[in-house]
């Protein structure tokens, strides 16, 4: 299931789980495809009160009644790289995402989001919630 436009909005609603039910959190951020407009990515909120921020492909997500399944355990989120879900990523960071997820980086291939005022990697959605 894609998730689309339309739903954007509610995903800010929504409560993050893996794909073993474990609760993570709430959506930090919605990032969009620089290519199609269609969200891509997320950060989830995780740590004491919220206080850090994982980047989550929406790849394979599951979104219905309020909760946004992902297709990945709480370690892999958790252990993804560290980067400031609100500022630049450089290519290195981009492709170190990719890479901790299993996805494919191809530089001439890949989506990239981008959003307000950040120059390129994933930028969060303009005017979110």
């Known amino acids: 299931m894609n998730i689309t436009q339309e739903q954007i909005n509610d ?3 929504a409560e993050v789980v893996t794909q073993d039910d474990d609760n993570l959190g709430g959506v930090g951020e919605v990032y969009l495809d620089d290519q199609t407009g269609e969200p891509s990515w997320i950060s ?3 740590g004491w009160f919220g206080t850090r921020q994982s980047l989550v492909p929406l790849q394979g997500a599951d979104f219905s009644g309020g909760r946004l399944r ?3 355990t709480k370690d892999t ?3 993804a790289p560290n980067v400031d879900a609100d500022q630049h990523l ?3 960071e981009e492709r170190q995402l ?3 997820y299993g996805l494919d980086y191809d530089r001439t291939t890949r989506r990239r989001a981008t959003g307000r005022g950040v120059a390129s990697g994933f930028s969060p959605r303009a005017g979110c919630a």
């Open 98 to 100: 990719w890479r901790h």
């Open 11 to 13: 995903l800010y609603d």
């Open 90 to 92: 450089s290519e290195a």
């Open 77 to 79: 989120i958790k252990n």
């Open 70 to 72: 992902v297709p990945h």
């Open 44 to 46: 989830v909120k995780t």
